[in-house]
């Protein structure tokens, strides 16, 4: 190769690095949210509720420091943590009260290579969480409100769960968790 063959391609590599740096498109945005989901639950954080009116319907547990954090969602800041458990032959998962999130994941018909039970998923290296603004602009991070437990009317026994966070004034954010029988797939959906 001579001098300016050299000189050619360095100018041709100097010329594609620059537009590439310059004039590349930029990745666009990808958002991983719900439509149905995120419109559900934008409605009940859409209400305007001054700090007032939050102060006289929240619960005489929740703290100032509660009030201060969650705001409308102060009410469900604190609970009791229970466990329910969802399963069929397949696979068996934990659900918590706090977060109204999976907890744990075991598949029962699997094994690692080591002969123990195939656990996808625990509250030790996974965190599963969603997080909603509200009108005053703060974040609140659904999975630290604590959840009611309540039974889904139409589901076979065993196989549905449903999360309720009260937040007063008829307001409230649930968490529905359908185990499909036979299966491993684990319909969940927020309201």
Known sequence: MDRNQSIGLVLISVILLVYVYFFAPKPPETSFKNPKTDSK?????????????????????????????????????????????????NVEIKLSAKGGRVSNVLLKNYKTFDKKQLVLLDSTSSKISFTVKTTDGKSIDLSDLYYTVQPVAEAKAG?????????????????????????????????
């Open 159 to 191: 196989h549905a769960v449903r999360f309720v966070a009260d937040l007063g004034n008829n307001r409230s954010v649930e968490k529905i968790y359908r185990l499909q029988p036979g299966g491993f797939t684990l319909d969940f959906d927020v309201i």
């Open 41 to 89: 639950v934008s409605k009940a954080t859409e209400r305007k509720i001054d700090s007032a009116t939050t102060v006289a319907l929240a619960d005489s547990v929740a703290s100032e420091a509660d009030i201060e954090k969650f705001g409308p969602f102060a009410q469900a800041a604190s609970g009791k943590n229970q466990g329910v458990t969802l399963q069929n032959e």
